[in-house]
């Protein structure tokens, strides 16, 4: 199955337990600025900004809470645009969500990680199986090239999601969704995928990994901001 037709299969955005969304600072809660997105109820106030206003952040209610039926996950991993990266280098972070989730995006850069090979354009929501490398993506605060994004495969654990990399060969980064859930952090580990299944062109094959996942819709027309990079994610069901 190709990455088309895993994105094709799954029109619906969302999240999956344990995605951390950005929330009004409550010591109440276990991260604080964060709320684990199946925690969130209707009305709970939730960080958010509106795309006529990029740089603004206010607090705004929940309007509903959407738990969709499983669908196909994809990962897309990201490396943070800062000033003299050579120096200063940060490790790539990952977020996990469905291919229609849709970022905003605002510019390319280099695959380097430096900000001054940011070039900024006009800032408009994109699909995730839309992002190419050296996209840019933007945070509540910062900026962060696309290093690559890729569909999610079952493996013979059920809690495991895996996903090939760009090299393929059958090596990729296995993640563990139990994990996800009980800490907010995603994680990877490099694995070998065993069950490979080939086409009669001698392509690999894997199976698309499916999960329940959760979306919300707000108030006023503003977005929220998901992952412990507060990335800016689009409400659920606009039209772009």
Known sequence: MTRDSIATQSSLSGFVAGTLIRVPRDNTL?????KAIEDIQIGDMVLARSEHDTTAEHAVPVKNIHVQAPQALWVMKVLE??????????MPSDIMTTP???FWTCGSASMSGELES???THGKWRSLHQLENGD???????FFVVLYTAPLYQTEQ???AWALEPQGDG???????QNIKETGRITAQPMYHPDIENTAEGQAQYTPYLAEVYA???ENGHHYFAGTRSFWVQQMNRLF
Not at 30 to 34: A, G, L, Y
């Open 216 to 218: 919300l819709s707000l």
């Open 118 to 120: 940011l070039e900024m």
């Open 136 to 142: 840019v993506i933007q945070s509540n605060n910062k």
């Open 100 to 102: 229609s989730q849709a």
């Open 81 to 90: 645009l800062i000033e003299d990266f050579s120096n200063n280098p940060t």
């Open 158 to 160: 059920p809690y495991l």
């Open 30 to 34: 276990p991260h604080t600025i964060w």
């Open 171 to 177: 090596y990729g980064l296995a993640y563990d969704l």
